[in-house]
């Protein structure tokens, strides 16, 4: 067991050395969380925009439902997703279990209620300013909702970024379903899990901190891109 | 007014009268027209006959009801009790030949240019039009521009340039100068009447005397949700009948 320091330095130098299979976790990890938070978008944005402009009966207790969603236990997620895609669950027949495929199915569960609820904030109080016009306009609900998608896409580029962060940082969904195999389906979070669990602290703490880099990094992106948009007054 | 808790006309399509889309929206007949939020009447029983032609402006004190008997007229508001016929079609279905420009220009996050664009786009009209329509609001040179990075009187230009592109048959105005330099007032005033010129009917609220009597062909006078008075302005303004006409005209607080 190397002391915290020592550790940290064979991280760094992990990290340098441009090791393949290093790399090739990051890949995976990016690629599976980006595929769900694409997806995740297709689906939440709609959901919570459709809300934001809708007036039903009941509609309090959907926003409560899916303001519950957000905290969704990710290993119930697993579970569920696991049972789901086994040989002989309903959607077995998909040969998705143990692929990244079947990560990228978890994940997209997990963040579908993120994105839609916090987008329905979001688009719901810039519906609030346009509605009126809107009205008076005589757009259509399905104008209405394209309107504000395009109109609040930098201030839903936050929602993304939520909902990325939390697929990226997840890992006991991805662990039911993938089953962490190398050079298959391990991520950079199932990879810290199990060097931590066999003491091998270097790699772990590498995978560490190019999660952290890269979470700093894709705010840091879509921070500057919101200032772009400000300065625009796009926001 | 939009957080008061009356009833706003839903987004959802409108069935159409092949008939009434033919016949022209004025004269308009407005009976009994009611509003009422939390007990109170807001509205209470206007009356009130538009001809076709011209420029109608709206005074009165604040809370009179001016707005929000803008919007009903309009179809924004659902009113708690009267009628509102546009030569017999409700308002709610004379919506789509109107148009309104808000006291505070409601603007797309997008360039000048692309909030004409949409607006031509939703309402199926020739986008060809875009530069003309910029053009006669003094607009071309910034078309690229974010709408939103604009002063308020080229905010409110373009706010007018956007109902203009839609054709409007009336054209409702809700202090569109209310926070406006002179020079822009005037510039608003030019194109307001250049588009009564061509045949649009204004209706304008204002609470600028000196507005008023420039753009006025007749004058509706609101008071406490009634219509106190209804005059030619060349009567309203030397000789108002009504005592809260008179007191609003003179400068006094009216209650």
Known sequence: ?235 | MSDLPITAVPPVARPRDEAAMSRPLLPLRVSGLRLAADGAALLDGVELSLAPGGCTVIMGPNGAGKSLLLKMLHGLLVPSGGEVSWNGTSAAQATARQALVFQKPVLLRRSVAANLDFVLKARGRDRSRRDALLREVGLLHKARQPARLLSGGEAQRLALARALATDPEVLFLDEPTASLDPASVLVIERIVGAARDRGTRIIFVTHDVGQARRMADEVVFLHRGRVAEHSHADVFFPEPRSQPARDYLAGRIVL
């Open chain 1, 1 to 235: 067991m190397q002391s915290i320091g020592e550790a940290f330095h064979l991280a760094l130098s992990l990290v340098l050395s441009g090791e393949a299979d290093l790399y090739e976790i990051v890949g995976l990890s990016l690629r599976v969380s980006l595929s769900a938070t694409v997806l995740a978008c297709a689906i939440g944005l709609p959901i919570g925009a459709l809300i934001a402009v809708s007036r039903f009966r009941g509609r309090g207790l959907v926003l409560i439902v899916m303001n519950a969603l957000m905290g969704l236990p990710p290993v119930v997620v697993g579970l569920l997703v696991y049972l789901h895609l086994s040989r002989s669950g309903p959607l077995g027949f998909l040969g998705l279990l143990y692929t990244p495929g079947a990560m990228v199915f978890a994940q997209t569960i997990l963040i579908v209620p993120i994105v839609a609820a916090l987008s329905r904030q979001v688009l719901e109080d810039l519906h609030a300013e346009y509605a009126e016009q809107f009205r008076s306009l005589c757009l259509s609900r399905w104008q209405s909702i394209t309107t504000l998608l395009w109109d609040g896409r930098y201030a839903l580029l936050t929602v993304g970024l939520a909902g990325f962060g939390r697929a990226v940082a997840e890992v006991g969904a991805v662990i039911i379903v993938g089953g962490n195999i190398d050079h298959l389906t391990r991520v950079m979070t199932t990879a810290i899990a199990l060097e931590t669990s066999k003491g091998d602290l270097p790699l772990a703490l590498a995978l560490g901190i190019i999660l952290l880099v890269l979470a700093l990094g894709v705010n840091a992106g879509v921070q500057a891109l919101r200032m772009t948009a400000a300065r625009q007054a796009h926001v």
